[in-house]
């Protein structure tokens, strides 16, 4: 024989929940650019997003304009880095969305991936050099001026979107985790891929989704 619990049998304490339920939070998703040519040897102040990232672009904002249509609260702006990559991304995204204005910050770029020396003194990454004492400094101080802007707790619910690169949205992740940074190495993340963070008041952080990819067919998934 099986119990009905639904409605008013419920206790008190197992009462239904509800969307006022939830703390006011303030969401940040953060956006990973979409794929991008490496032409010749410009460098990443110059490359811009292949024509396939455009299509990641696209689809990616139209995942947000869902998202920021179903999140209570305002919607307090767009930000993104100012490698060409990202900003495309974003400007693609934001029109998408309906939003005219891009805010572009300098410490949103892409920074160093932090590789420390292994027990024989040698790099821990197959392909990346032990970093420097001033290499570390300057991740540490990016991550931090990010963390200083954004991910302050508030009495009202509100949503930032920050177009980035993969390092910082590893960092940032690691960061709200209390891991170290070095984690970054043990965390894929896709192109045009959405992680949502949520900062509640007092400043305490969540993880809600990371490397979310579901708006995207499995043939315009890359990394």
């Given at each position: 024989m099986s119990a009905d619990v639904a409605g008013p049998s419920l206790r008190p304490d197992l009462r239904r929940w509800e969307p006022e339920d939830e703390l006011p939070a303030r969401r940040l998703l953060l956006i990973r650019h979409g794929h991008y040519d490496r032409v010749d040897d410009l460098g990443d102040e110059v490359w811009g997003l292949s024509a396939l990232g455009r299509r990641q672009a696209a689809r990616t904002g139209r995942r947000l304009a869902r998202l920021v249509d179903h999140f209570p609260g305002k919607l307090e702006g767009i930000y993104a880095s100012p490698w060409?990559?990202?900003?495309?991304?974003?400007?693609?995204?934001?029109?998408?969305?309906?939003?005219?204005?891009?805010?572009?910050?300098?410490?949103?770029?892409?920074?160093?991936?932090?590789?420390?020396?292994?027990?024989?003194?040698?790099?821990?990454?197959?392909?990346?050099?032990?970093?420097?004492?001033?290499?570390?400094?300057?991740?540490?101080?990016?991550?931090g001026r990010i963390v200083g802007r954004f991910f302050k707790g508030g009495n009202k619910p509100c949503t930032y979107l920050l177009f980035t690169h993969g390092n910082v949205i590893r960092y940032l992740l690691t960061e709200s985790m209390g891991l170290p940074y070095e984690t970054w190495m043990r965390i894929a993340i896709y192109h045009a891929s959405i992680t949502e963070l949520r900062v509640?008041?007092?400043?305490?952080?969540?993880?809600?989704?990371y490397n979310e990819t579901g708006h995207l067919p499995p043939e315009m998934i890359t990394a």
């Open positions: 060409p990559r990202a900003m495309q991304t974003a400007e693609i995204g934001a029109h998408q969305i309906g939003v005219d204005r891009v805010r572009v910050k300098k410490y949103l770029h892409e920074t160093i991936p932090l590789v420390p020396a292994g027990p024989n003194g040698g790099s821990t990454h197959p392909g990346l050099p032990v970093t420097t004492a001033a290499d570390r400094h300057e991740v540490t101080s990016q991550i509640f008041p007092g400043n305490g952080t969540a993880l809600i989704s």
